[in-house]
């Protein structure tokens, strides 16, 4: 395995290496998500003026006013700028504070005096609502400096501070239907459709969350998209470093928590350092970064007993032999960074290189190992998402993006890498005792083991173009070419006191297989801006080939019916859908906008679920009335689809007050469900397919008060239903397994929170002191409600809901005024210990405190970890000359 682990390494690098390579040729720079800046130039009298002068200051960028007045400058990179506006004969103009955000289009319209003999030039602040009324649908769009501010410490909990964002949920979505991307290109793992990576804060520039309807450029996802525009190089040599460290405290409620609390100051640490600057001339610039990050958990166990100890379980003797060690349960220990070098030496064309990695070895904390951890399995993940992205400027109005990229993901989950270590045999399977402990393993090891590696190429070319000036149109191509192997390396049996192994021994142990689907995309997406109206269509051509097998009859899947026609393996077929996406953006008044937006979003289901015990052979043992096989895989799947409607009001009530309100409807269909399958000779299996449905009602609103002197809030609300006819592809076979009614019905999914509110609140003076409050208040979810202590005792399924509840974070930051680039900030997670918010209850009480049954329970009720994570304190030093701050 650690070879297959380097092998994997040195594919990585070697791409990485000719990238680089490629990089460092004079020539290009960053050719990641960017945006526009458009608008007029007028004198006076309103009067277009001709062939004015529009440059960004700091960046080689800039455009001329044409007859009508009109100006276009595009991929602007993210960020805050400067406007020189200038004509001879009139006096120039220089417009701050103009925010340019990643594929929009930022608005400044000038009217330039004319000239006197002593005109200076007169700076003007660009006027920016607390609404956009230009936007077609629900978004939010966090700065660097924004993100910053907020007790927030990776992208995934940015996003989770997001309007109708559940837990990584969009809308009532299920996990796995969001686009992650970095810089335009996805960073998703085609294995289970999640973010292969985790971004620290300081890499960001931007983040972008969108949870309703999204353009034709944005697949594979059904219900939202999440772009992380990454930090570049600086002219200037630039430095900044953050170190925090803290632990868990929550001393007034070690009997509530059911564990004991000696504050840690060092259960968290952070080290992170950036530098950026030229590199060799300022024709290339660098962006680096690196971070070391150390997580322990705050329940802990001892090593009372160790893996290879022996207990007596007729006369209940037990026999530990550990040194009693207080160890935490579960830790995580991360490598991660990333790097960024941009080059311009050739005019009209920039290219960058990018990586960014993550290297985290950990161990995923059980109680039942309390006081056995060293019996616990180890995870290690490598990821990195490397590549090149090319700008190739086509004209004045029109530019190619190129990004080619390699997605390298690796995780492994086992106690020992080899299959044939000695150390399971001496420790064998892990074993405990009713009796002792209520059932804490206090021998053997867990002897799962399993692999997942994902070696994607992607590649995605547009070319935007600014056709007249009120249309920009884009249009594009997108392929993935993956290469995902997962499975057991070799799996563990206890047979008869007898450790076995089986090593690729198909179809009851079949190892690690592999898979080679392909995923491609064309789209066009048509921007236009006519008058007060905005008008984002366009449509995206999706195609997905599986590159496997099905059965010819699935009556007779293994050719084992004496008699039967037989089945043969026939090719997969491609699936090849259009979706069209449409939004409408109508100003009623300069302050004020109706949107509307509808479309159709494809995605493929992720490729560890469909090709999961997808080995038909397995059935070859299929008789009526015997034993079920579980699930069949089906890599013969449909996509899955969403319609999506939505419509909104947003207002600027005053010049830094705004109100947002939409109404969303999500129709949801062709979702990974099972199908009973039956065959020639009366016997039954369950087989995926496309079986589940649902649909998702709701509404946001949302208040934005932007800074007034030091103070600002924001606060959005979102109720919603989210139903179905099951929260996952194999429920419909497990009720069916367990005797209860499989037909479909609609019913709330697991994930429905009908009440979820976010309040942030601001107090910041620039260069001397920020502080921040986020509050998370969430009605209860679905849980379903058992009757009596047993099997097969529940109600119907969610019809039970869990209570609310609420939790508290804070950040606060001191800037040293004597020294730049010193501060001092402390974070406060989970600030009231709430015990609860939204975790497990008990099926008996609905609580998460007590239970009905406690006997049957009893495991449970003395578990810490079902509880969520207490207070965490965190204090920390930042410093530098802000350049990568």
Request: proline share 6%; with cysteine; net charge negative.
């Amino acid at each position: 395995m650690r070879e297959r682990r380097a092998h994997g390494r040195r594919r990585v690098a070697g791409v990485a290496g000719a990238c680089l390579a490629t990089a460092l040729i004079p020539g290009p720079l960053h050719a990641g998500r960017t945006g526009t800046i458009a608008g007029r130039v007028l004198d006076e009298q309103q009067r277009p003026i001709v062939a004015a002068t529009i440059a960004v200051a700091g960046q080689p960028l800039g455009a001329y006013s044409n007859a009508q007045g009109h100006y276009t400058i595009l991929n602007v990179p993210p960020g805050t700028y400067s406007l020189n506006i200038s004509r001879i004969g009139f006096t120039a103009v220089v417009v701050q504070e103009v925010v340019v955000s990643a594929d929009q289009t930022t608005r400044v319209e000038v009217a330039l005096a004319e000239a006197t003999l002593k005109a200076e030039t007169v700076v003007v602040t660009a006027e920016r609502l607390p609404v956009e009324v230009n936007i077609t649908s629900s978004q939010a769009r966090l700065s660097s400096a924004e993100i910053e501010a907020l007790p927030v410490q990776e992208l995934q909990d940015v996003v989770n501070l997001q309007a109708g964002v559940v837990d990584g949920h969009f809308r009532g979505g299920r996990s796995g239907e969001v686009q992650y991307q970095v810089d335009g290109v996805s960073m998703n793992n085609a294995f289970d459709n999640a973010p292969s990576l985790r971004v620290d804060r300081s890499l960001l520039q931007e983040v972008q969350v969108i949870s309703g309807t999204f353009d034709a450029e944005y697949g594979q996802a059904m219900s939202g998209v999440v772009n992380a525009v990454l930090k570049q190089g600086t002219p200037e040599f630039a430095w900044s470093a953050e170190l925090f460290t803290g632990g868990f405290f929550f001393p007034e409620a070690e009997g509530a928590r059911l564990t004991e609390d000696p504050f840690e100051p060092t259960e968290v640490q952070n080290y992170q350092l950036t530098l950026s600057g030229p590199l060799g001339s300022a024709k290339t610039l660098y962006f680096l970064s690196g971070r070391r990050y150390r997580f322990e958990d705050f329940v802990y166990g001892s090593h009372l007993f160790v893996p290879t100890d022996r207990y007596d379980a007729e006369n209940k003797i037990f026999s530990p032999s550990g040194d009693g060690e207080r160890v935490a349960l579960g830790y995580s220990d991360e490598w991660s960074g990333a790097v960024k070098i941009t080059n311009t030496s050739i005019h009209d064309l920039k290219l960058s290189y990018q990586a960014l990695f993550n290297d985290v070895d950990g161990r995923r904390g059980s109680f039942a190992y309390r006081l056995n951890p060293d019996g616990l399995s180890l995870q290690h993940t490598f990821s990195i998402a490397h590549g090149l992205d090319l700008t190739r400027l086509l004209g004045k109005a029109s530019f190619l993006d190129l990004s080619l990229r390699q997605n390298y993901f690796s995780y492994e989950d086992y106690a020992y890498a080899d299959l044939f270590d000695p150390r399971y045999d001496a420790a064998g399977p892990a074993m405990g005792d009713a009796d002792y402990e209520n059932g804490a393993i206090v021998q053997g090891v867990d002897l799962n083991r399993f692999e997942q590696e994902t070696n994607a190429f992607l590649l995605k070319a547009a070319v935007v173009g600014q056709a007249t000036h009120e249309h920009q149109v884009k249009g594009g191509v997108d392929l993935q070419f993956p290469l995902v192997r997962f499975g057991a390396p070799g799996t563990l049996t206890y047979t008869n006191g007898q450790l076995l192994r089986h090593l690729d021994e198909p179809p009851d142990y079949p190892g690690v297989r592999e898979y080679h689907p392909v995923i491609a995309a064309a789209f066009l997406q048509d921007n236009i801006d006519w008058k007060d109206l905005t008008l984002r269509g366009g449509a995206r051509l999706d195609y997905f080939d599986a590159n496997s097998t099905i059965p010819s009859d699935l009556a007779n899947p293994a050719n084992a019916i004496a008699g039967a026609p037989q089945s043969v393996p026939q090719p997969t077929t491609t699936k090849v859908k259009v979706a069209p996406r449409l939004g409408v953006a109508y100003p009623i008044t300069p302050r004020a906008a109706f949107h509307f937006a509808y479309g159709h979003f494809y995605q493929y289901p992720p490729i560890g679920q469909i090709f999961t015990n997808s080995d038909f052979s397995v059935l070859a043992r299929l008789q009526a009335g015997s034993i079920s096989y579980g699930v069949l895989g089906n890599p013969d799947i449909e996509p899955e689809q969403t319609v999506q409607y939505e419509f909104g009001y947003k207002q600027a009530l005053t010049d830094h007050l705004g109100f947002d309100f939409t109404v969303f409807y999500k129709d949801i269909r062709n979702l990974l469900g099972v199908a009973f399958i039956s065959t020639y000779n009366d016997a039954e299996y369950a087989m995926l397919t496309n079986a589940d449905f649902g649909d998702v009602v709701g509404f946001t609103m949302a208040l934005d008060h932007r800074k007034v002197g030091p103070a600002s809030l924001s606060l959005d609300y979102t109720f919603q239903r989210a139903e179905g006819n099951s929260s996952d592809p194999r429920e419909t076979a497990t009720r069916a397994a367990a005797g209860a009614d499989p037909r479909p019905r609609l019913l709330p999914f697991n994930w429905d929170q009908t009440h979820t509110l976010n309040l942030t609140a601001a107090l910041a003076a620039p260069d001397r002191y920020s502080a921040s409050m986020v509050l998370r208040v969430a009605s209860g979810q679905p849980y379903t409600p058992v009757i009596e202590s047993g099997f097969g005792q529940g109600l119907e399924t969610n019809t039970g809901r869990k209570p609310a509840g609420f939790v508290i974070d804070l950040r606060g930051e001191w800037h040293v005024r004597r020294v730049r680039g010193l501060s001092f900030f402390g974070r406060v997670f989970n600030l009231t210990d709430a015990r609860y918010f939204n975790g497990p209850v008990f099926a008996s009480t609905g609580s998460p405190y007590y239970s009905r049954f406690p006997t049957t329970d009893a495991a449970a009720l003395e578990d810490p970890t079902r509880f969520y994570p207490p207070r965490r304190i965190e204090v920390g030093i930042a410093l530098g000359d802000g350049g990568g701050r």
